[in-house]
């Protein structure tokens, strides 16, 4: 079975300027991420 890399094919959009951030004490953009390993959890208020 051979094997697609899409490693640097498809760039993520930097986050909104209106997000909320918890735990940090400045907004975060994609720049400051890139080369980590990131969890996000996505939540609402229902």
């Known amino acids: 079975m051979a094997t697609q890399s899409?490693?640097?094919?498809?760039?993520?959009?930097?986050f909104p300027a209106s997000v909320e951030w918890l735990?940090?004490?400045r907004p975060l953009?994609?720049?400051d991420l890139r080369g980590k390993v990131v969890v996000m959890d996505f939540w609402t208020y229902c």
Request: without cysteine; proline residues 7%.
């Open 23 to 25: 735990n940090t004490d």
């Open 6 to 14: 899409f490693a640097g094919t498809v760039n993520a959009p930097d």
């Open 29 to 31: 953009s994609m720049a």
